[in-house]
């Protein structure tokens, strides 16, 4: 736990436990890209990933290589520790990011927002993606302020 | 707002269901604090809840035929062997968690108008001594509070859209829900001294009130001084835990009108959700923009108007299911005692106070001030309103309004006459 530092979240899991769907994903994130899936039909982009487009009920999918950049929707910035790992990760952000080149709603993210004043974070902050590899299988998904 | 057209199923409803049933008995435990209900099981805590409701009604065990539960509280199959329940003719259970709270009275309902059963129980038993609801998600795996996949025959293990939602340290109920109200302070303007009003209105019921936990009278000052748990909650904001049975008996309001007490008419009950509500705040947060910041609850209320035939103007008192403040003023939205995004401004002028308001709100005290039985204290208050019988007696109470959530779908709401 002596790794833990203030505002980072531990990742806990060292793999993404991913399936068919989502797969495609976490291959991209090793690769420090953001690939989303997008309707063949309709295009619309969902996340996580899954079989069907909630929109249309289309299965098939692109994926779509995104800037990385997005909007804060919502967040809260979390003071009491809920677990003993995180007594010194606290003050953190966890945050709803918008991702840019996507409809929003069906495809936002639930992040870690990281090196940030937690007292200095807004709604409509912009944000871009920070990789955490954090083994061989599973890279975070992070947004830092820009 | 794309609303479905939902008159249709409430009108055919209110012709099947509206007071055809009432509710002739309600019974509970003592509420503890978190864990103190220990060396009882939680099994025994619900059996005692189910006798004291059915002594209430001057009913038995031989006339319990049938259970309509949320939560996934108990093992009908458990009870019934326990308690030597002659014949189970009823037993289902609405999906999810809390958010069912109210809507299982429509299961109760349901059960009793097309005759599948006659007496049937609803109920909630909580001992938090093992596992706490709502638990934080550690080692990659969902606690408790409804938001678990619920499936035994599943092959367990990490779910894949765990990757996507465990690493953002939003990881518990009250994290979630921060998550909507900040939301809901940046479009409207709600302000934490609306969440102040909400608390302290509550806290002034509870003062009066034998069975709650938190009587000391508390300040605008107090509030402010109160620790920070997740912007822009604070301790005072979330429930209180507590271990605890509560139980009511439903049958058909010509039986229950030969009972102990005066019948509390089912007027109308509804459940559920748009679609794409989802899970909501449980890891999934891609609600459309028309309603992210509200409490889930906006097309069960307008069913349940229709159902009822009777609109927010009709409601005495509102027993509003208040796991955090800021969900008492988005469901006084939801139901239209004031517009959408109005409800801060709403509480500020005094609207939910006991005594003064134009809609007197958690006159027990709620979760936050009396005890946290998800859900059951607020249907066990409507009922003690509507006999005339409540600590803070809403003098005339005709008509009472009970919800259960907002949390994952379905949500829940039904409107109680006497």
């Not at chain 2, 002739?24 to 220990?38: D, K, N, Q």
């Not at chain 2, 990659?140 to 465990?166: D, I, T």
């Not at chain 2, 959408?340 to 001030?369: C, K, W």
Request: overall charge negative; charged content about 20%.
């Amino acid at each position: 736990m002596s790794e833990n530092r203030q505002g980072v979240v531990p990742a806990l899991l060292e793999e993404p436990f991913a399936d068919a769907y989502t797969e495609p994903f976490w291959t991209a994130a090793l690769e420090g890209r953001l690939s989303v899936p997008r309707c063949t039909n309709c295009g619309t982009f969902r996340l996580p990933p899954g079989p069907f487009c909630f929109e249309c009920r289309h299965q098939e999918v692109d994926w779509v290589d995104l800037p990385g950049t997005g909007t804060i929707y919502t967040f809260t910035v979390v003071r009491h520790p809920l677990r003993p790992d995180l007594q010194d990760v606290v003050p953190y952000v966890a945050a709803v990011v918008e991702l840019d080149g996507t409809q929003g709603a069906g495809a936002r993210m639930t992040v870690n927002i990281v090196d940030c004043d937690p007292e200095a974070v807004r709604i409509g902050d912009k944000v871009k993606i920070k990789w955490d590899k954090v083994s061989e299988t599973f890279a975070v998904p992070r947004f830092v302020p820009i | 707002m794309r609303y479905p057209n939902s008159s249709k199923p409430g009108r055919g409803a209110k012709r099947a269901v509206q007071d055809k049933t009432a509710i002739a008995g309600v019974g509970a435990t003592p509420y503890y604090r978190r864990g103190e209900s220990l060396p009882q099981t939680e099994q025994e805590l619900a059996c005692k809840a189910i006798l004291n409701a059915l002594e209430d009604a001057g009913l038995t065990t031989d006339d319990l035929d049938g259970f309509a539960i949320y939560s996934g509280s108990v093992d009908p199959a458990q009870i019934g062997s326990m308690l030597g329940v002659p014949e189970i003719r009823f037993a289902a259970g609405l999906t999810s968690g809390g958010g069912g709270a109210a809507g299982a009275l429509g299961l109760a309902a349901s059960a009793i108008v097309t005759g599948q059963a006659e007496v049937v129980v609803t109920l909630l038993t909580l001992q938090q001594a093992a596992r706490r609801l709502g638990g934080t998600q550690v080692s990659g795996r969902r606690g408790g509070g409804g938001g678990g996949g619920g499936n035994p025959y599943g092959a367990g293990g990490v779910p894949p859209s765990m990757a996507f939602q465990v690493t953002s340290g939003a990881i518990a109920p009250g994290h979630s829900f921060s998550l909507l109200t900040q939301r809901h302070m940046h479009l409207y303007g709600t302000k934490r001294e609306h969440l102040a009003e909400v608390v302290i209105s509550q806290r002034n019921n509870a003062m009066t009130r034998p069975t709650a936990f938190k009587r000391d009278p508390l300040t605008v000052d107090d509030y402010f001084n109160a620790r920070m748990i997740s912007d822009p909650l604070c301790v005072l904001d979330y429930t209180q835990e507590n271990d605890g049975a509560v139980a009511l008996i439903t049958t058909s309001a010509e039986r229950a009108r030969d009972l102990r007490h005066p019948p509390v008419y089912i007027t109308a009950s509804t459940h559920g959700g748009m679609g794409r509500w989802g899970s909501a705040i449980f890891g999934y947060f891609q609600m459309p923009d028309e309603y992210f910041a509200s409490s889930g609850h906006r097309p069960v209320a307008r069913r349940l108007y229709d159902m009822a035939g009777l609109g927010p103007k009709d409601i005495d008192v509102a027993l509003l299911y208040d796991h955090f403040s800021p969900l008492v003023i988005m469901q006084l939205e939801d139901y239209g005692f004031c517009g959408i995004g109005e409800g801060g401004p709403f509480v500020a002028d005094g609207n939910i106070r006991y005594g003064s308001g134009s809609i007197p709100v958690n006159t027990h005290g709620g979760h936050l001030s009396e005890a946290y039985i998800i859900g059951m204290t607020h249907m066990r208050e409507a009922v003690e309103q509507l006999r005339g019988q409540a600590v803070n007696q809403v003098r005339g109470a005709e008509v009472a309004l009970v919800t259960g959530g907002p949390a994952g779908l379905p949500v829940s709401g039904t409107i109680l006459r006497r």
